[in-house]
């Protein structure tokens, strides 16, 4: 049962464009999102998280809003860089805070 | 870099065998998460220990088991190691594993069983 989906598998984006990476989930016990950013051969790094409190967190290029009611969360990168070509992985904690719930990941290009 | 180190960083093995990947955290972390990473798909958690105790256990099969050792490291053992099991395995840590803490990934282990 996967509570946390990227329906998304690949995304491509020109350079100075929009991304939008989008995020759904099932559990509404879910209180924390969170989105991580990987490399090749690299281990995911964190980006950007969201209280379930908050409808709306920026840092930087990027900005992450939640919509409860959707159960729907999404990432937004303006302007979008080549070296912003990873996979973007959703993810989730519910109140417990103890286990994180990844979604499958969305594969990011941007094209210069 | 995380400051988070794993070892080994590739094996390669044999149905059947087993396997010990290491991770080291992060100074001063005291919490470790380990994941499995398959082809295609998203970070399934395994496991927690915060402090050399078992906190919280995701989707980890009975062949495999986990501990954290006094000096905070861990290990993760696989056993009977089957076809299905080659995968990245990427060890995070984090100060105390709360809610609001992030995570600080390894650059995984990646494990192709033959």
């Known amino acids: 049962d996967q509570q946390v989906k990227q329906n998304s598998p690949s995304l491509s984006v020109q350079e100075g464009r929009i991304s939008i990476l989008n995020c759904d989930y099932t559990?509404?016990?879910?209180?924390?999102f969170l989105w991580y950013k990987k490399y090749p051969a690299e281990g995911p790094t964190f980006l950007i998280s969201i209280s379930s409190i908050k409808d709306k967190n920026e840092d930087g290029r990027f900005t992450v809003f939640l919509n409860k009611s959707a159960k729907h969360l999404s990432l937004h990168i303006v302007p979008s860089q080549p070296g912003d070509s990873a996979v973007y992985f959703c993810?989730?904690?519910?109140?417990?805070?103890?286990?994180?719930?990844f979604g499958a990941g969305t594969r990011l290009f941007v094209k210069a | 870099d995380s400051g988070v180190t794993q070892t080994p960083k590739h094996l390669i093995t044999a149905t059947g065998q087993r396997v010990t990947l290491r991770c080291s955290p992060r100074s001063g972390d005291l919490s470790v998460y380990w994941y499995q990473q398959s082809l295609d798909q998203g970070l399934q958690f395994l496991i927690q220990y915060y402090n050399g105790e078992e906190r919280a256990k995701g989707n980890i099969l009975e062949r495999f088991s986990a501990q954290q050792f006094p000096d905070l490291h861990s290990e993760l053992n696989l056993s009977s190691l089957e076809l299905g099991d080659s995968a990245l395995y990427f060890c995070a840590s984090s100060v105390a594993g709360g809610l609001e803490e992030t995570q600080y990934f390894g650059p995984g282990t990646r494990l192709l069983v033959l």
């Open positions: 559990n509404s016990m879910f209180d924390y």
């Open positions: 993810a989730a904690k519910d109140t417990g805070g103890f286990k994180t719930i």
